[in-house]
């Protein structure tokens, strides 16, 4: 490493991040967020390679960090997140630290980062929890610390763009492993989420949106992918799964033993049509709970009309709950939201009709 990246890092923590912070709210977030952008860029990465508001999934809630990554689909490099909590608080600062770097620790990346007033906090996702984590002072911090955090965080010399080592990383499970509801390959899934929206050939794009809506239910406990494109007298049905149990769980206990999913791999989102034909599936399968897989959502989002009126009188009239999965959706559980989670609160949203349902498209 260079001298004058030394330097530049160590200007940064003497004159940057140790200096008191603002106190109020908006101003403290910009600060936060420009100081998370400003150390990635003094260990030497590039602004094309800060990807500001990252987000990723901490019990099923967002938090925005600051990444360094060489693509933003790719596994990132480090994971920054800045808190402000007063260094007299010592018992506050200390519990906040380690709830932020069990939230940044759940998402796949190389190095997580807390930056504080006082310290700066390295936890190693190879190591285990706690011995990985390493604390730099600030107080007296000179060119040695500098250069530790340097060896620890700095650019390599090639950054990675793709997920080209998914075999070594272990499967996501959210929660405790004895009571997991979804588990999955996060970077197979990435990786064949990229196919999908990258995807142009119109018969090759539905094939990907089904093999990914498989790929997502297969990771469901208690889940059975029984059927796929089964054709019936009337139709076909793209996907039937069965619930092979639901172990006390009210979610499964709700869907019945059966349910049927539907892909629309669309340049446009579902419209009306669509879901009515959808519906029809239901009601001929006797199923009272489908999955429509919609890339581009549905219309009628905004203003409750057309394809979102149709989803909301297939309960009031028939009973049958449908729930849309859009492409921001299948990026969520790319950066690590639960599946079975998210599942949950849009069948709720759906089944009482509140707002707290996620928009589709």
């Known amino acids: 490493m260079s001298q004058d990246r030394v330097q530049t890092l160590l200007n940064f923590l003497r004159n940057e991040l140790a200096p008191s912070w603002p106190k109020q709210a908006p101003e403290l977030r910009a600060h936060t967020a420009e100081l998370e952008g400003n150390f990635l860029v003094a260990l030497g990465y590039s602004e094309d390679e800060v990807a500001r508001d990252y987000p990723i999934w901490w019990k099923d809630a967002p938090l925005t960090v600051t990444a360094a990554t060489g693509s933003i689909e790719s596994r990132p490099r480090l994971l920054v997140r800045a808190i402000a909590i007063s260094?007299?608080?010592?018992?506050?600062?200390k519990a906040t630290t380690m709830n932020y770097a069990k939230a940044l620790r759940s998402s796949l990346a190389d190095h997580y980062v807390i930056l504080t007033s006082t310290y700066v906090l390295v936890i190693d996702r190879d190591k285990d929890w706690p011995s990985g984590m390493t604390e730099i002072g600030l107080d007296g911090i000179d060119e040695g610390g500098s250069r530790r955090l340097l060896d620890l965080l700095g650019r390599p010399d090639v950054m990675p763009t793709v997920d080209s080592d998914a075999e070594d990383y272990e499967i996501l499970a959210l929660g405790d492993l004895e009571y997991?509801?979804?588990?999955?390959?996060?970077p197979t899934y990435r990786k064949n989420l990229r196919a999908t929206l990258k995807e142009e050939d119109r018969n090759r794009k539905g094939v990907l949106?089904?093999?990914?809506?498989?790929?997502?239910?297969?990771?469901?406990?208690y889940i059975r992918v029984r059927r796929r494109n089964l054709r019936t007298i009337s139709s076909e049905i793209d996907i039937v799964c069965s619930i092979e149990s639901d172990r006390g769980n009210t979610f499964y206990t709700c869907l019945g033993?059966?349910?049927?999913?539907?892909?629309?791999?669309?340049?446009?989102p579902a419209d009306k049509n669509a879901i009515v034909a959808f519906k029809d599936k239901m009601a001929a399968a006797r199923v009272e709970f489908g999955l429509l897989f919609s890339r581009r959502g549905i219309t009628g989002t905004k203003s409750g009309t057309d394809a979102t009126a149709a989803i909301r009188s297939a309960w009031d009239r028939s009973g049958l709950v449908i729930i849309v999965i859009g492409e921001q959706?299948?990026?969520?559980?790319?950066?690590?939201?639960?599946?079975?989670?998210?599942?949950?609160?849009?069948y709720e949203a759906r089944r009482f009709d509140t707002r707290g349902e996620p928009p589709p498209a």
């Not at 949106?209 to 406990?221: F, M, P, T």
């Not at 690590?336 to 849009?346: S, Y």
């Open 87 to 93: 260094p007299l608080l010592g018992m506050l600062l």
């Open 180 to 186: 997991y509801n979804f588990a999955i390959n996060l």
């Open 209 to 221: 949106l089904e093999d990914l809506a498989v790929e997502l239910l297969e990771g469901l406990k």
């Open 257 to 268: 033993r059966y349910f049927i999913v539907e892909c629309k791999n669309w340049s446009g």
């Open 329 to 346: 959706h299948l990026r969520q559980v790319a950066q690590g939201r639960d599946f079975f989670t998210m599942l949950e609160g849009l």
